[in-house]
């Protein structure tokens, strides 16, 4: 009965590639984001979105594409991956854009890139 | 821009002592302060948040934490460690410049000694 569920848990893979991470959530809520936390335990927000609406974009590469299909959803998809992007990606959701609310956060997608 | 710092990246306790976790933020304006928790190999979890009204706020787990607007600070207390509050404490402050979000702090892992 996940709250937030990612796939895949993990993912190893070649500089150069494309990949995705997925994101469910099943609490209803309507607002979806992608958090880096780099190998010094630094979380930054990266992408949110409301209602399958892009509301924050935190000056990402362009290789970082979100997309929301709908408001239960949210995957991110890398192009051309990087040494760099090794990191753990963590979804998580709200309920509504208001800060204050609480976020739920999903188990976290470790990314070793090659 | 609003910032968190939180003193000690690594603190130990043992089991039955105090725990104290520090967190100083950085804001132009009334800030909202929220503590998140994470055990090893999992997503964040909201241990308790100041938004307004009474400093003193209170959490899962035993947890509090006290706003000090003149210190600007935000620490975690809990009166008896236990064991399984061994994981990584997250400090964050609402950032409300363009799209609202929460800035962490770098994190502090503490370890509870038996």
């Known amino acids: 009965d996940t709250a937030v569920s990612q796939t895949p848990k993990y993912l190893v893979t070649q500089m150069g590639n494309d990949k995705s991470i997925k994101c469910e959530q099943n609490?209803?809520?309507?607002?979806m984001y992608w958090y880096k936390q780099d190998s010094k335990k630094f979380l930054k927000i990266m992408f949110s979105?409301?209602?399958?609406?892009?509301?924050i974009n935190e000056t990402v590469p362009n290789r970082f594409s979100p997309k929301s299909p709908d408001k239960a959803h949210l995957n991110l998809h890398i192009n051309s991956l990087e040494l760099g992007d090794s990191a753990v990606y963590f979804c998580?959701?709200?309920?509504?854009?208001?800060?204050?609310?609480?976020?739920?956060f999903g188990p976290g997608t470790r990314l070793t890139v090659l | 821009a609003q910032s968190v710092t939180q003193l000690g990246s690594h603190v130990s306790v043992s089991e039955g002592a105090l725990v104290l976790l520090r967190c100083n933020y950085s804001?132009?304006?009334?800030?909202?302060l929220f503590w998140y928790v994470q055990y090893p190999n999992q997503g964040l979890q909201l241990l308790l948040k100041y938004t307004t009204g009474a400093t003193l706020v209170k959490g899962i787990n035993g947890f509090e934490a006290e706003f000090k607007k003149s210190e600007t600070s935000f620490h975690l207390t809990k009166p008896s460690a236990h064991m399984s509050d061994a994981a990584e404490y997250f400090c964050?402050?609402?950032?409300?410049?363009?799209?609202?979000?929460?800035?962490f702090g770098q994190g502090t892992r503490l370890t509870i000694n038996p």
């Open positions: 964050a402050v609402t950032d409300f410049q363009g799209a609202q979000k929460l800035v």
């Open positions: 804001s132009s304006v009334p800030p909202y």
């Open positions: 609490l209803g809520h309507d607002t």
């Open positions: 979105y409301n209602n399958k609406e892009l509301i």
């Open positions: 998580a959701s709200s309920l509504g854009l208001a800060v204050y609310n609480e976020q739920f």
